[in-house]
């Protein structure tokens, strides 16, 4: 039977499953909210990014919303014509049907200057009703499943929450939205001026014209031995991430919070933490406390795992929690190899193999960057100068999932001028979005005060 014949929903695409009945709605909010875009196209832009098809519960509304959406994003334009094709083109309404839907909303005179108000009660009964629903699907998951780990049964539970928490019933969409969403990408490289990046700096300027920035999705793997900076490499990533107002995760299974802090401290002070340590003189002393207003401001929130399971799916519930109260633009993961695999049964290579197989879903799913530190194996780290994509130790899953794999190397750590000490690179292993062009020494250094990798001073001009 066409979902347009169905006798208990005539005209209306969304038929009502009988347990689905009496669950919180507002069919007038819904179509206020789609009569007062067709009035006011300057309202669409907003309305689009708050609200998803699956928000409306009316199955005319929904799919109206859906019309709309697919024109704006498409041809950037969703009035009356627009939206009226599309309900014959997309969702086979005859001529007269999608007339009378449309009619009817537009009767209405939507009030415009109430909008925000009507989208806030379209919001709040679809998130109700979505965890009202995602309550029954746990219960019934976990009747079925009661044998499962504690840690699987949580993350069963706050995946589902999470996915009604937002916005949900998003159909799968046409190529021609993925076509308007890269081409407007591309628009907006091109109108990039010099030194701008479309994704998150990273404190070293080579190494952002090689990537344009670290994208949202992206998980990227920083691959080092012991002493070569990966670790101050992700800090002065997460610190200039925070400099710019982006919402940080730090998850470190091999610093204490404490000394997480002395880094911070460190990038903005420019006093390490081992002068934090002993004996300050006035100038590091006044410096390492006027930083304390400016890294208060920062967005970001640490965990040493001392409450928390070293598992990703307790990584997955804390960054789903922080995702509600900041725009998470960046989760730091320190290290892999320290990591505790959900199922103990399977050995460390499968076990390392499905961490950064989650890593990256959870990149995806919170349109974040995950940045993961990995350790090389014993044989790499004692002859290779370089190390590669294969160098993982314990996992060959890390190539396969990475978008980008970064090396940093300092040819003499331990050298006996501040000069040598300073000389860094920083080897691209692996770059899914293009070339992987290495910056190379010379083209960045290591400052041991800030404990990071930065730009090399203007005016050097080389070792």
């Not at 710019?244 to 006093?271: L, W």
């Not at 505790?340 to 049964?345: E, S, T």
Request: net charge neutral; proline share 4%; glycine share 8%.
């Amino acid at each position: 039977m066409n979902q347009l014949d169905h006798p208990n929903a005539p005209g209306n695409l969304k038929i009502v499953p009988e347990d689905t009945v009496g669950l919180p709605a507002s069919e007038v909010a819904e179509a206020e909210v789609l009569s007062a875009m067709f009035i006011n196209a300057d309202i669409v832009p907003t309305i689009v990014d708050m609200l998803s098809p699956g928000d409306f519960w009316t199955g005319q509304h929904s799919i109206v919303m859906d019309a709309i959406i697919h024109g704006y994003r498409c041809t950037g334009v969703a009035d009356t014509v627009t939206v009226h094709q599309s309900l014959i083109d997309r969702h086979h309404m005859s001529r007269d049907q999608a007339c009378n839907v449309l009619s009817r909303l537009l009767d209405r005179g939507g009030m415009v200057s109430h909008v925000e108000h009507y989208v806030e009660i379209i919001r709040k009964k679809a998130v109700h009703r979505n965890l009202i629903l995602a309550a029954r699907d746990i219960e019934a998951d976990l009747l079925k499943a009661q044998d499962i780990t504690a840690d699987k049964a949580t993350d069963i539970a706050t995946k589902a929450i999470a996915g009604a928490a937002g916005t949900t019933g998003q159909s799968m969409d046409h190529l021609a939205v993925g076509l308007y969403e890269q081409l407007a990408h591309v628009e907006k490289c091109q109108n990039m001026k010099p030194g701008e990046v479309v994704g998150l700096r990273t404190g070293v300027s080579m190494l952002d014209s090689v990537t344009s920035g670290l994208d949202r999705g992206w998980l990227v793997v920083i691959l080092g031995k012991p002493g070569m900076g990966k670790t101050a490499l992700a800090t002065g990533i997460a610190y200039t991430a925070g400099t710019n107002g982006h919402g940080v995760a730090f998850f470190s299974a091999e610093m204490p919070r404490r000394q997480m802090a002395g880094r911070f401290i460190a990038a903005h002070a420019h006093v390490p933490p081992n002068v934090q340590k002993g004996r300050m003189n006035d100038n590091d002393k006044a410096a390492v406390y006027a930083a304390r207003p400016a890294l208060e401001s920062m967005p970001i929130y640490m965990d040493d795992f001392r409450t928390t399971p070293k598992t990703m799916s307790a990584i997955a519930t804390r960054c789903r929690g922080l995702a509600r109260k900041c725009e998470l633009r960046l989760v730091v993961i320190d290290y892999l190899q320290l990591m505790v695999g959900a199922d103990r049964r399977h050995n460390t290579t499968e076990q390392l193999d499905n961490i950064t197989r989650a890593s990256k879903s959870l990149a995806m799913e919170l349109n974040c960057v995950v940045l993961m530190l990995a350790q090389p194996t014993l044989e790499d780290r004692r002859n290779k100068q370089h190390l590669d994509g294969g160098s993982g130790k314990g996992s060959g899953g890390i190539e396969a999932d990475a978008d980008l794999m970064l090396s940093p190397y300092r040819p003499d750590p331990k050298g006996r001028t501040k000069e040598a000490r300073q000389q860094a690179g920083i080897d691209v292993l692996k770059f899914r979005d293009g070339e992987p062009r290495d910056v190379k020494v010379g083209m960045c250094r290591f400052n041991g005060a800030r404990c990071c990798f930065e730009d090399m001073p203007a005016g050097y001009v080389g070792m």
